[in-house]
């Protein structure tokens, strides 16, 4: 199982919004609504942004929200802020019942 | 709250074996499917191997596949991953985490992790 695609980096000016995408195949992604997404800042575990493609958990500002299209997933970050800096990794259920994660994307508020 | 503590970590030689536990508390150990993900240095995040709930269901990453198995003891609330065969490859940080989800298939509670360094 390859790993879904993500860009390198993307990068934001406090208050703008940036969106990072996750692409992948029919046998993940665009098979199943079961994309999540992870924020991992440096030396601390992963935490839960988005699950099952759109849903927040408690607690997770709303400036975050995911969306999906055919095999692509998306994570947006409206209203930039400095503590959005980050890595942030999607992940997909896949066809195989296991679970695959992108390769990550380093966020970087100008 | 939730807690998931992992230990077993260590500095091993290609080709020998290690085991890993996490140690779970807060919750119904039984009511979850739970899994291992790892992180090598300064790399993204790698999916290892899931076990659910019911403990009959098993499936790992095609890079584990065949040299590690997961295992729970739910009378004692952990996970285990043996690990075999191991190679400079498998250099990382192992998180436990716990699954859920219809597939089990988003995590919400991570441990802090494990370093397993393979190294002659």
């Known amino acids: 199982q390859s790993a879904l695609t993500q860009p390198a980096s993307v990068s934001g000016s406090p208050g703008q919004s940036i969106t990072i995408s996750c692409t992948g195949t029919s046998s993940d992604v665009g098979g199943y609504n079961f994309v999540s997404w992870y924020q991992q800042h440096p030396g601390k575990a992963p935490k839960l942004m988005i699950y099952?493609?759109?849903n927040r958990p408690s607690g997770v500002s709303n400036r975050f929200s995911g969306s999906k299209s055919g095999n692509t997933a998306s994570l947006t970050i409206s209203g930039l802020q400095a503590e959005d800096e980050a890595d942030y990794f999607c992940?997909?259920?896949?066809?195989?019942?296991?679970?695959?994660f992108g390769g990550g994307t380093k966020m970087t508020v100008l | 709250q939730v807690q998931l503590v992992e230990s077993g970590g260590g500095v091993v030689q290609p080709g020998r074996s290690l085991r890993l536990s996490c140690v779970a508390s807060?919750?119904?150990?039984?009511?979850?499917?739970m899994h291992w993900v790892r992180q090598a240095p300064g790399k993204g995040l790698e999916w290892v191997a899931v076990m659910w709930s019911d403990g009959t269901n098993k499936y790992y990453a095609g890079s584990v596949k065949d040299r590690f198995t997961i295992s729970r003891d739910n009378s004692k609330n952990t996970l285990y991953l043996q690990m075999n065969s191991l190679r400079a490859e498998d250099t990382a940080l192992y998180y436990c985490a716990r699954g859920q989800g219809g597939y089990y298939n988003w995590f919400e509670s991570w441990g802090q992790g494990t370093q397993v360094t393979v190294s002659s």
């Open positions: 807060g919750f119904t150990f039984t009511n979850y499917g």
């Open positions: 992940s997909s259920y896949t066809s195989s019942n296991t679970l695959v």
């Open positions: 099952d493609v759109s």
